[in-house]
C-alpha cells in the first residue's frame, strides 16, 4: 500500500450521494411502471436496459468512485468489460434460429420402439 | 570489470504513471479485477437467459403480489445498502471508524433483509410448484399458445441460477462486512474501500437481474389469476 493513497479522502459528499440514490430509486419506479404499460417486448427490452445502463454507471461512477480515479484506470477497467460483454451477443441470433428447429410435440412424444 | 553494482534507472517516470499507474493499491486494483470477471460470469449467464427465452414460448407468470412487491422492496434495500456503505467508507476517510462502523451494520441489515425477503419469494414460487426443470401445471397451461406450443420448462432453471448465484454474492458480502465491521479499528481506509466495491457491485448486478427477470415475466393481464 502507498503512503499517497492512504492519504486521500474518498472524494463526494454524503449530499451527492443521497441524491445519486434518489435518481436510482426514481429509475427503478420508471421500470416498474413500464411494466404495466402495454408495449412490444422489444421496446420495453431497450428502454429497460438502456435504464438499466444509466443506473449501472451513476453506481460505478459515484458509488464505486470510479468518477474519481485516474483515467488509466477506467480505460483499462471500462473497455474491455463492455467489448467482452458485445462480443457475447455473437451467440444471440443462433437463439432465434434454434427455435425454428425444434419439434413441438402437440400431443404425446413419440414412444421409443421396441427390440 | 567493475564489481560495483550498476544503477539502473527504469524510465518509470517517463510515461507519467511512475510506480502507481492506477493511484490504488494492488489489492483494491485486485477487487476491480474480479469484478470485471464476475461481471462477464453474471453476463454470460444473462445472455444464457436471453438465448432460451428468445428460442422459446417463454411463461411470464410474477403477479403484482407477491412477486413485483417484494422484488422492488428488495431493490430498494440493495440500493439503500449502497447508500449506507458509501456512507460508511465516506466516514472511514475522514479517519471517523465508529461511524464507519455504524453505517457498514446498517448495510449488512439492508443485505439480509434483502435475503429474507428474496427467500419468501423463493419459497412462494417452489410452493407453487416451480422446480428448475418443469413448471407448474397451471402456468403451462395458461402459457400454452394458441397454436399449441408449450412453455419452456427451463424457466425456473434461470429463474433460481441467476437470481441464487446473486443471492449467495450478497450472502457472501453480508458475512464479508461484518468481518470488516468486527476489525473495523485495525484495517486501513483503503481495505473498507474495497469492501464497498465488492458490495456496491452486488448492487450493480441487481440492476440488471431486476428488470431482465422480473419486470420482463410480469404477468400484466393477470392470466394466472383467471
Same mark, same amino acid.
Given at each position: 500500500?502507498?503512503?499517497?493513497?492512504e492519504?486521500?479522502?474518498?472524494?463526494?459528499?454524503?449530499?451527492?450521494?443521497t441524491?445519486?440514490?434518489?435518481?436510482? &430509486? /426514481? +429509475?427503478? !419506479?420508471?421500470? *416498474?411502471?413500464? @411494466?404495466?404499460?402495454?408495449?412490444?417486448?422489444h421496446? #420495453?427490452?431497450? &428502454? /429497460? +436496459?438502456? !435504464?438499466?445502463? *444509466?443506473?449501472? @454507471?451513476?453506481?460505478?461512477?459515484?458509488f464505486?468512485h #470510479?468518477?474519481?480515479?485516474? +483515467?488509466? !484506470?477506467?480505460?483499462?477497467?471500462v473497455?474491455?468489460?463492455?467489448?467482452?460483454?458485445?462480443?457475447?451477443?455473437?451467440?444471440?441470433p443462433?437463439?432465434?434460429?434454434?427455435a425454428?428447429?425444434?419439434y413441438?410435440?402437440?400431443?404425446q412424444?413419440?414412444?421409443?420402439?421396441?427390440? | 570489470?567493475?564489481?560495483?553494482?550498476?544503477?539502473?534507472?527504469?524510465?518509470?517516470?517517463?510515461?507519467?504513471?511512475?510506480?502507481?499507474?492506477?493511484?490504488v493499491?494492488?489489492?483494491k486494483?485486485?477487487?476491480w479485477?474480479f469484478?470485471?470477471?464476475?461481471?462477464?460470469?453474471?453476463s454470460?449467464?444473462?445472455?444464457?437467459?436471453?438465448?432460451?427465452?428468445?428460442?422459446?414460448?417463454?411463461?411470464t407468470?410474477?403477479?403484482?403480489?407477491?412477486?413485483?412487491?417484494?422484488?422492488s422492496?428488495?431493490?430498494?434495500?440493495?440500493?439503500?445498502?449502497?447508500l449506507?456503505?458509501?456512507?460508511?467508507?465516506?466516514?472511514?476517510?475522514?479517519?471517523?471508524?465508529?461511524?464507519?462502523?455504524?453505517?457498514?451494520?446498517?448495510?449488512?441489515?439492508?443485505?439480509?433483509?434483502?435475503?429474507?425477503?428474496?427467500?419468501?419469494e423463493?419459497?412462494?414460487?417452489?410452493?407453487?410448484?416451480?422446480?428448475?426443470?418443469?413448471?407448474?401445471?397451471?402456468?403451462?397451461?395458461?402459457?400454452?399458445?394458441?397454436?399449441?406450443?408449450l412453455p419452456?420448462?427451463?424457466?425456473?432453471?434461470?429463474f433460481?441460477?441467476?437470481?441464487?448465484?446473486?443471492?449467495?454474492?450478497?450472502a457472501?458480502?453480508?458475512?464479508?462486512?461484518?468481518?470488516?465491521?468486527?476489525?473495523?479499528?485495525?484495517l486501513?481506509?483503503?481495505?473498507?474501500?474495497?469492501?464497498g466495491?465488492?458490495?456496491?457491485?452486488?448492487?450493480?448486478?441487481?440492476m440488471?437481474?431486476?428488470?431482465?427477470?422480473?419486470?420482463?415475466?410480469?404477468?400484466v393481464?393477470?392470466?394466472?389469476?383467471?
Amino acid at each position: 500500500m502507498s503512503a499517497h493513497v492512504e492519504e486521500e479522502h474518498f472524494a463526494g459528499s454524503n449530499k451527492l450521494f443521497t441524491s445519486i440514490w434518489v435518481w436510482l &430509486i /426514481l +429509475l427503478t !419506479l420508471i421500470e *416498474i411502471f413500464l @411494466a404495466y404499460r402495454p408495449m412490444p417486448i422489444h421496446f #420495453m427490452l431497450t &428502454i /429497460l +436496459l438502456g !435504464l438499466s445502463i *444509466i443506473k449501472a @454507471a451513476l453506481i460505478v461512477a459515484y458509488f464505486m468512485h #470510479m468518477k474519481f480515479e485516474r +483515467l488509466s !484506470l477506467i480505460l483499462t477497467i471500462v473497455p474491455m468489460l463492455v467489448v467482452c460483454i458485445c462480443l457475447l451477443f455473437v451467440f444471440f441470433p443462433d437463439s432465434i434460429r434454434s427455435a425454428g428447429l425444434r419439434y413441438e410435440f402437440k400431443e404425446q412424444p413419440p414412444a421409443a420402439e421396441e427390440h | 570489470m567493475s564489481t560495483e553494482a550498476r544503477t539502473v534507472h527504469f524510465p518509470a517516470a517517463d510515461w507519467g504513471g511512475g510506480v502507481h499507474p492506477y493511484r490504488v493499491g494492488h489489492r483494491k486494483l485486485g477487487m476491480w479485477l474480479f469484478i470485471v470477471s464476475d461481471s462477464l460470469t453474471f453476463s454470460a449467464l444473462l445472455m444464457g437467459y436471453a438465448y432460451l427465452r428468445a428460442s422459446n414460448v417463454w411463461p411470464t407468470p410474477f403477479p403484482f403480489y407477491p412477486s413485483i412487491v417484494f422484488s422492488s422492496v428488495m431493490t430498494f434495500c440493495l440500493l439503500s445498502s449502497s447508500l449506507t456503505m458509501v456512507f460508511g467508507v465516506s466516514a472511514s476517510s475522514h479517519g471517523n471508524k465508529t461511524a464507519a462502523r455504524k453505517w457498514i451494520l446498517a448495510t449488512i441489515f439492508f443485505g439480509v433483509a434483502f435475503i429474507v425477503l428474496h427467500l419468501i419469494e423463493w419459497n412462494h414460487l417452489i410452493g407453487e410448484g416451480l422446480r428448475p426443470f418443469s413448471l407448474p401445471a397451471h402456468w403451462v397451461s395458461t402459457f400454452t399458445t394458441t397454436d399449441g406450443k408449450l412453455p419452456t420448462p427451463l424457466f425456473g432453471a434461470t429463474f433460481f441460477t441467476i437470481t441464487g448465484l446473486h443471492m449467495f454474492h450478497v450472502a457472501t458480502g453480508a458475512v464479508y462486512l461484518s468481518v470488516v465491521a468486527a476489525r473495523v479499528k485495525k484495517l486501513k481506509h483503503e481495505d473498507i474501500e474495497i469492501s464497498g466495491l465488492y458490495w456496491h457491485f452486488v448492487d450493480l448486478v441487481w440492476m440488471f437481474v431486476f428488470p431482465l427477470i422480473y419486470i420482463l415475466s410480469v404477468d400484466v393481464g393477470g392470466h394466472l389469476a383467471k
